[in-house]
């Protein structure tokens, strides 16, 4: 089974820019949609992009749509979330999982995102 690894989070001023990373083990990642999810403290977890297996089609939330870029790289394993023009509400632990129409993966840790005015 496939598991995940989150990385890549921190602290960063808004306007600011991050790059997370997903890494999958297993052999099953590059046949998987996948996607981001974050959730901010007292929330529930929200979907913010997601990719198709090949990594030919994104879809993104409205919230994030023209900051943040959706990618993957299946000869690695992994998926990355490039993350500019950051604001403070986007401050959450961001996990990466399969796409929300499928089972989910065991969740990993996640990875802090913190951003600040």
């Known amino acids: 089974q496939v598991q995940l690894v989150e990385s890549g989070g921190g602290s960063v001023q808004a306007g600011g820019s991050l790059r997370l990373s997903c890494a999958a083990s297993g052999r099953d990642f590059s046949k998987l949609g996948m996607a981001w999810f974050r959730q901010a403290p007292g929330k529930g977890r929200e979907v913010v992009a997601r990719?198709?297996?090949?990594?030919?089609?994104?879809l993104y939330a409205d919230s994030v749509k023209g900051r943040f870029t959706i990618s993957r790289d299946n000869a690695k394993n992994t998926m990355y979330l490039q993350m500019n023009s950051l604001k403070p509400e986007d401050t959450a632990v961001y996990y990466c999982n399969r796409d929300p129409n499928a089972p989910p993966l065991p969740w990993g840790q996640g990875t802090q995102v913190t951003v600040f005015s």
């Open positions: 990719i198709i297996f090949s990594g030919s089609s994104t």
